[in-house]
């Protein structure tokens, strides 16, 4: 076991990071034109990286699957991006957003990554503004903001229900100027199937044209991989369909570690699923945790009318409805952080009280916001307080102008309209804090070779705020990789064009298509999803909410079945030079098959509870995670060796100098 | 339910392509319409037919990846929203069902119900930004107050996905509600206004230049599209448009 060095720079937190950029080597303007980089993805992380390298000079050539940049996974963010502005006045500050966020993330995240990452929030949303984001304003014409859980403050700003779509569209537009000017080369419908390093250094990659099928080589000073997160190896998640691990994953079998995998999130608030065909589960965004109240009824005989259809959830009297996020949390109530919510909703629901016909739903309920809305604006309007109907109708538009889009795919999902009834949610696979380890340069333990946004793995600790992701993403994009990779490549001024004629780059390729023949000449038996279906019943139902001893070890041995049965038995149709989603697919479920099992050994090691991981063996008689400070207060980070279950252990310890270590309490 | 879909299969650009006929039973209501045809790809799979390539990612009606003209409808029979959201609730048992690509000169078919809509790219690239720097040094967010009405309507014309169902709605394809809301959120911020004259001069001649036809103010384009970007961002982009040219 080795110890990493996370490269955290010395001196007091507060300046930690002014003082890095001061001390830094920066690359004149001149020999940027001559430096080349590769940015894998166009989410908020990788679009915003674009964008900046090449208004700082770089050459910059961008890859995506999706048919443009735009529509990248981070366009489906709902609530919203958090930032210590304090626009409020609410006592918020840089050290808030840093004390919440690590507290959030149950003390499992580097301390000096955090604090920067709550330092330039603030530069984001002038950022944003600057470039046309139409964030939502109150009516004097200044920012708005709402709250999100595991916070008391109201720092978190949106565009109604679509913040991320207007933030990505944001860095979508910086990038379009960018190629405009030919400073970033687009590729559309490219998927990086492997990196190529020369001289122990990321030089490029090899992508697939998911047209021709073409497989290409790309080359390049430095390599930054923004790929989004491995939720999907779930099969089911918020996520979308293609959102996929084989960027992180070929990288990891290049050399970069990957850190604690089995650091997920299940968000409490998803519409649960319906029946076998499902293909993804749709979020409801946490802000309608603002407004709503979750509940489940207190008499197993309403619980059973419910489920019979004999009984209405509008029929529940109120000393019926167990409130029990408020029951238990007080102090945080409905807005208590995500991993707590999410196991405190399965908790009601093994319990028996689930409110739908398959046990696994809770309700979220409007109705007292409705009315309490309703009540302001007919005071506002000087109409008559005691008009019940005109309190629900303005109350319910209130509740529109805020969460609209929400209630409307909610309402096109479910058939039910939840202005009138409450609507049915259940936790469903949302994010993944793990991911690539890098240090605090966000380069990984390959030189040349980043990691930003959502695959990486270090400011979320074990469990992420709600509105932080669309933060960490467009704080690394912007404001930090671009000072940390010039520090790097001030090194590569005099190294000139990167070939790609090279033996490195020939062998990579040459594994690349010998990979891809293989699947499309196996001609087995089951389709690519039938594979990954069964992958995210192990997962769900071994690694998902709670996991033991047990089911870990089951969990590995049955995907290494799997995965065995995969190469035998997948069939992918169609041909390798043309376009063939079924072959897009087989290549990742095939990396995913491999995540999943270093995915269970990492949760099997962690014999403790914290965040999003909850073993049960270590809870309190309450039901509560209890952590391990004295022995697991460390990153794991893992080193590919061949076999998933023979990756080699690495060790970040966690230093908190600047945050008193506690037991994290909603109460 | 039981159904039988046409479904418009092509191998590739250069070939000619044709409806193809597929029956399919035990349909549920519940299943969105692109579950049905992933229930479909899994059939034919299995018969070692080549699956239908259609586009598609988020499925819940945001990333405007996926397409579908569905019985002569951009996205279907349901109004304001996207193939993905659309449920089978809306068919009836014994249905036939048309599924083609999205039609137009400017989005050429790349295989079955795939089309190529990197002319939009073309034209947000041409002016569909505000020329900022990354700085980490911009004026504060709250320097410039915003009058709520004009920062919400430009929230509105902002919220397009860029799907193209409003081209492959007009029997003109014109790109007209598309590129007007781009002109309009900016138009409506004062951030944008710096650039306005050339960000709608460059933006128009782009859509030309890619080959998208008139505006004949058919209104079809509003009708089909699933996010309800509205026509007066059109007339706002032609008072845009002439004062611009005027002022030239
Ligand atoms: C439904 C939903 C709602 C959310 N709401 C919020 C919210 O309100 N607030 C918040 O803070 N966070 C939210 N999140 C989380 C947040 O959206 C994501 O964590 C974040 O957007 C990830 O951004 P990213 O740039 O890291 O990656 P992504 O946006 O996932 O982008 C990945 C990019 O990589 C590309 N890519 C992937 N693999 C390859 C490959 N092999 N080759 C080439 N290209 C590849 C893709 O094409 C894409 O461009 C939400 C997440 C979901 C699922
Ligand atoms: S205007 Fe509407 S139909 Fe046209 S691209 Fe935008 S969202 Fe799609
Ligand atoms: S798949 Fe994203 S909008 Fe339909």
Redesign the pocket.
């Known amino acids: 076991m080795a110890t990493l060095n996370s490269g955290v720079p010395q001196g007091d937190l507060k300046d930690k990071w002014t003082q890095y950029k001061d001390s830094i080597d920066l690359v004149n303007p001149a020999n940027k034109r001559n430096i080349d980089v590769i940015v894998?993805?166009?989410?908020?992380?990788?679009?915003?990286a674009s964008a900046t390298l090449a208004e700082l000079g770089y050459n910059v050539k961008t890859?995506?699957?999706?048919d443009s940049?735009r529509?990248?996974?981070?366009?489906?963010?709902?609530?919203?991006?958090?930032a210590a502005k304090n626009y409020q006045g609410d006592g918020d500050s840089t050290y808030r957003l840093f004390y919440d966020t690590i507290k959030g993330g149950d003390y499992r995240s580097r301390e000096a990554n955090v604090y920067r990452l709550a330092e330039v929030s603030t530069n984001i949303i002038d950022q944003c503004v600057a470039q046309g984001v139409p964030f939502a304003r109150d009516y004097g014409g200044l920012l708005d903001n709402r709250s999100?859980g595991g916070v008391l403050v109201s720092r978190?700003f949106?565009a109604k229900g679509q913040?991320?779509q207007q933030l990505?569209l944001g860095a979508y537009s910086a990038m379009n100027r960018q190629i405009a000017r030919g400073k970033i080369q687009m590729?559309n419908r490219?998927?990086?199937?492997d990196v190529v390093i020369v001289d122990g250094k990321a030089r490029g990659?090899i992508?697939r044209n998911l047209i021709t099928g073409e497989i290409e080589r790309h080359s390049a000073h430095a390599v930054v991989i923004?790929?989004?997160?491995y939720?999907n190896v779930y099969f089911l998640?918020?996520?979308?369909m293609?959102?996929?691990?084989?960027?992180?994953w070929?990288v990891h079998k290049k050399g970069a570690f990957f850190a604690n995998p089995c650091y997920t999130q299940i968000?409490p608030t998803c519409i649960p699923r319906s029946g076998e065909y499902q293909s993804k589960l749709?979020?409801m965004?946490?802000?309608l945790r603002n407004d709503g109240r979750i509940w489940v009824p207190k008499r197993m005989e309403d619980v059973e009318a419910l489920r019979e259809g004999t009984l209405k959830a509008t029929e529940i009297a109120e000393e019926n409805r167990d409130y029990y996020l408020e029951r238990r949390y007080p102090a945080f109530g409905n807005l208590v952080p995500r991993d707590v919510a999410s196991r405190a909703a399965k908790e009601r629901c093994d319990a028996g009280y689930g409110v739908n016909k398959t046990g696994e739903a809770v309700y979220l309920d409007f109705s007292s916001a409705i009315t309490r809305y309703g009540k302001e604006q007919v005071l506002l309007q000087g109409e008559d307080p005691n008009d019940h109907n005109l309190i629900k109708k303005m109350g319910q538009e209130v509740v529109k102008s805020k969460y609209g889009n929400l209630f409307q795919m909610y309402e096109k999902i479910v058939d039910e309209n939840p202005y009138e009834n409450p609507m049915m949610i259940y936790p469903a696979v949302?994010?993944t804090m793990g991911g690539i380890w890098v240090d605090y340069n966000l380069m990984t333990t390959v030189p040349g070779l980043y990691a930003?946004?959502?695959?990486n793995f270090s400011d979320h600790g074990s469990n992420?705020l709600?509105?932080?992701?669309?933060?960490?993403?467009l704080a690394?994009?912007y404001f930090v990789l671009p000072y940390t990779i010039g520090d790097y490549l001030s090194n590569d001024i005099r190294t000139g064009p990167i070939s790609t004629d090279t033996p490195e780059f020939k062998e990579s390729e040459e594994k690349v298509k010998d990979l891809l023949k293989k699947l499309v000449e196996n001609k087995g038996k089951h389709s690519v999803d039938y594979y990954h279906k069964k992958l995210g019943n192990i997962m769900w139902d071994k690694c998902g909410m709670s996991r033991n001893e047990t089911g870990l070890n089951e969990a590995i041995s049955e995907i290494k079945e799997l995965r065995a049965d995969f190469w035998k038995n997948v069939m992918v149709p169609g041909g390798l030079n043309e376009l063939n989603k079924e072959l897009e697919k087989a290549g990742?479920v095939a990396d995913f098959l491999e995540l999943g099992e270093l995915f269970a050994k990492d949760a099997l090691t962690r014999n403790e509870s914290c965040g999003g991981h909850f073993r049960e063996e270590y809870a309190t008689k309450e039901g509560e995670a209890k952590r391990d400070d004295k022995k697991f207060n460390f990153v794991s980070a893992w080193e590919y060796k061949g076999e998933p279950s023979e990756a080699k252990f690495h060790k970040e310890k966690l230093e908190f100098e600047n945050i008193e270590v506690k037991v994290r309490s909603y109460k | 339910m039981n159904l039988t879909l046409k479904i418009w299969r092509q191998k590739s650009n250069t070939d000619k392509g044709s409806l193809e006929t597929y029956p399919i039973s035990d349909v549920s209501e519940d299943m969105s319409f692109l579950e049905m045809l992933d229930v479909l790809n899994e059939e034919l799979i299995e018969k070692e037919i080549e699956p239908v390539a259609f586009d598609h990612d988020?499925r819940?009606g945001i990333c405007g990846m996926c397409s579908l003209y569905i019985n002569g409808e951009a996205h279907g029979p349901d109004r304001r929203v996207t193939t993905c959201q659309l449920h089978m609730r809306k068919f009836n048992d014994g249905d036939t069902i048309f599924i083609e690509p999205f039609r137009a000169n400017s989005f050429p078919v790349v295989k079955d119900l795939v089309v190529d809509r990197s002319s939009f790219d073309r034209i947000q690239q041409a002016g569909g930004y505000v020329s900022v720097n990354t700085s980490g040094n911009t004026q504060d967010a709250n320097s410039i107050p915003i009058p709520k009405d004009d920062a919400d309507t430009a929230f509105d014309a902002a919220t397009c996905i860029g799907c193209g169902a409003c081209v492959a709605s007009c029997k003109n394809s014109s790109a007209m509600l598309f590129v007007s809301a781009k002109v309009s959120q900016f138009s409506l911020l004062p951030q944008g206004q710096v650039e306005a004259k050339e960000r709608v001069i460059n933006m128009v001649n782009k859509m030309d230049e890619e080959g998208f036809g008139n505006c004949t103010n058919t209104g079809a384009c509003e009708v089909e599209c699933p996010k309800g970007i509205s026509l007066d961002n059109i007339s706002r982009m032609n008072r845009e448009f002439i004062t611009a040219n005027v002022k030239k």
Not at chain 1, 71 to 82: D, M, V, W
Not at chain 1, 190 to 193: C, G
Not at chain 1, 226 to 229: I, P, R
Not at chain 1, 237 to 240: F, L, Q, V
């Open positions: 894998v993805g166009t989410g908020l992380a990788g679009g915003s890859f995506c699957y999706q940049p529509r990248a996974h981070s366009i489906a963010a709902q609530g919203g991006i958090n999100f978190t949106y913040t991320g990505l590729h490219h998927e990086m199937l990659i992508a923004a790929s989004g997160g939720g998640s918020t996520n979308a293609g959102s996929n691990a084989t960027a992180a070929k968000h749709t979020l965004s946490e802000s949302h994010y930003i946004g959502e695959a992420r709600g509105a932080s992701a669309l933060m960490q993403g690394d994009g990742r | 988020c819940e």
